[in-house]
């Protein structure tokens, strides 16, 4: 599927809705974003599946990991980004 989309006030992109049904998108989904030469790519990150493949413990514990995983996550993207 290809898609034209506008780029908006501070770097805005909307993904359509048929794109974010089509794929389970909702507010608040963490996506990983590649450059790849001129092109921008966007995957779907679930961080359940990272923690559930890596956790041997109880749901508590799995949910721990997740936070510190995204908490993990939200400081190296900061960090990358300052450096723009």
């Known amino acids: ?4 989309v506008r780029l908006g006030r501070k770097g805005v992109v909307v993904i359509p809705k048929a794109v974010r049904d ?3 998108l909702v507010e ?8 790849r030469g001129r092109e ?14 890596c ?3 109880s749901a508590e514990e799995a949910e721990r990991e997740l936070d510190e995983e995204e908490a993990r996550w939200w400081r190296e993207r900061a960090g990358a980004g300052s450096s723009s």
Do not use: A
């Open 1 to 4: 599927m290809r898609l034209t």
């Open 55 to 57: 956790c041997r413990g």
């Open 28 to 35: 608040g989904s963490v996506l990983e974003l590649e450059v």
């Open 40 to 53: 921008v790519i966007l995957r779907p990150l679930d961080l359940w599946d990272r923690v559930w493949g």
């Open 22 to 24: 089509q794929l389970g």
